[in-house]
């Protein structure tokens, strides 16, 4: 009875113990296959915690370009508006000397025309002046008959008239100086006509007519 008793233990024992070691050799699989796995995320891990440090490293490399480009960008805009500023500035700096040339050609160009004007404008009564003359001297050339002797008379007493002098020339008597707006006689001793009159003077000079 005790035999059957042992050896009934026994045999417990011994299926007792095969469970155990079959659980262990189970638990065993179990944690290997846990540590492998456990050893492939790791590996998966540590991989993609590589590629992501490449990949900020990329990054950064990226951005500090950018950076790098931004200050080039900041500096060539400054460089851009200190010489858009100084283009500005010589810019109304030439249209100001443009401005004051214009304003002093404009300024010469009306003085010069108000010049011309009065140059026509005095030109003119000049020219009635010496119409006048010449129809008064042949006026009084005609009435007192003296058309020949009057020039016989003269060339033979200052025996210095060219010969192509002709009576009633009036360039052979007077000259006219447009300069200083006078009408003056060429022969000393010569009688000038001034206001239809006769008059006896020497080197005799007349001013213009003023104009009406």
Do not use: C, W
């Not at 011994?14 to 456990?38: G, P």
């Amino acid at each position: 009875m005790m035999r059957k008793a042992r050896e009934a233990s026994e045999m417990e024992l011994r299926r007792y113990m095969q469970e155990a070691e079959a659980k262990h050799e189970l638990s065993i699989s179990e944690i290997k296959m846990h540590m492998d796995a456990d050893a492939r995320n790791m590996d998966a891990l540590v991989e993609e915690n590589g590629r992501l440090r490449s990949d900020f490293n990329n990054v950064s490399t990226e951005l500090e370009g950018m950076r790098s480009k931004l200050d080039a960008a900041n500096s060539s805009i400054k460089v851009a508006q200190n010489n858009l500023e100084s283009e500005r500035k010589r810019f109304e700096s030439q249209l100001h000397t443009l401005n004051r040339k214009l304003q002093e050609t404009q300024d010469m160009l009306l003085i010069k025309i108000k010049e011309l004007t009065a140059s026509e404008e005095s030109n003119i009564p000049l020219k009635a002046e010496i119409d006048f003359l010449r129809n008064l001297i042949e006026e009084e050339e005609k009435r007192l008959g003296l058309e020949n002797n009057a020039y016989s008379a003269l060339k033979n007493g200052y025996g210095n008239a060219g010969a192509n002098d002709q009576p009633g020339n009036i360039s052979t008597f007077f000259s006219v100086d447009q300069n200083k707006n006078q009408i003056s006689m060429n022969r000393p001793g010569s009688a000038s006509l001034h206001g239809g009159k006769m008059q006896s003077m020497a080197s005799s000079s007349y001013p213009r007519r003023p104009s009406s």
